[in-house]
């Protein structure tokens, strides 16, 4: 096995991928990854802040919809099939 080869391999079990994303804690101003995530000395990170309130950017579209619906009935969440599909209600004996 060529030497570029077999370091690209190995690089590839040890490192993650470019697009992966890893989720990490931070305790007295050091970030803490995860077990098993293990990172040479000197690699650059992109670090953005989460809150408990961040949308993921895939699902951020879904707010443009958020409160439009303000005329259901209040069985609506639960019943959504019912009004959808004219299933029969959960509520209700068969």
Known sequence: MEFSSH???????????PAMSITAIVEND??????GVHLPDGTPVEIRPQTENTVDARHAWMLDFAGI???LPPDAAA????????????GEAQ
Request: charged share 30%; aromatic share 6%.
């Open 30 to 35: 050091t970030i803490k990854l995860p077990p």
């Open 7 to 17: 370091l690209a391999s190995r690089a590839r079990e040890v490192l993650p991928s």
């Open 79 to 90: 019943e959504h099939d019912h009004y959808l599909y004219g299933t029969p209600k959960r």
């Open 69 to 71: 619906a303000n005329d």
